[in-house]
Nanobody, 122 residues
Framework: VQLVESGGGLVQAGGSLRVSCAASGLSFSNYAMAWFRQAPGQGRKFVAVISWSGRNTYYSDSVKGRFTISRDNAKNMAYLQMNMLKPEDTGVYYC????????????????WGQGTQVSVSS
């Protein structure tokens, strides 16, 4: 199984960025997909999750209304559109796959990507 993130970069506060996750080696449409982020010196924190069908999405309070998670099961891709970015959104963004649920606990997730850096300057 491979999850490969891309699309990170440096952006000014108030700007937008979209990160992508390409999945292979798993039955993608059977897995919920989530994004987590990790700031320096901190643990991985939940950002958003989308159900296998795409019908259900959940967000952390800190990103609700600014970020949108989506997926394309035909392409085995998951996305996180990030708008109105803030410096506190800075971190390494990881995508993760979970066969069994829509949880916020990183320990529940079966597979992880290597992460992509997102930096937001003030």
């Amino acid at each position: 199984v491979q999850l490969v993130e891309s699309g990170g970069g440096l952006v000014q506060a108030g700007g937008s960025l979209r990160v992508s996750c390409a999945a292979s080696g798993l039955s993608f449409s059977n897995y919920a997909m989530a994004w987590f982020r990790q700031a320096p010196g901190q643990g991985r924190k939940f950002v958003a999750v989308i159900s296998w069908s795409g019908r259900n999405t959940y967000y952390s309070d800190s990103v609700k209304g600014r970020f949108t998670i989506s997926r394309d099961n035909a392409k085995n891709m998951a996305y996180l559109q990030m708008n109105m970015l803030k410096p506190e959104d800075t971190g390494v963004y990881y995508c993760a796959a979970d066969r069994n649920g829509l949880g916020e606990d990183p320990a529940e997730y079966d597979f992880w990507g290597q992460g992509t850096q997102v930096s937001v300057s003030s």
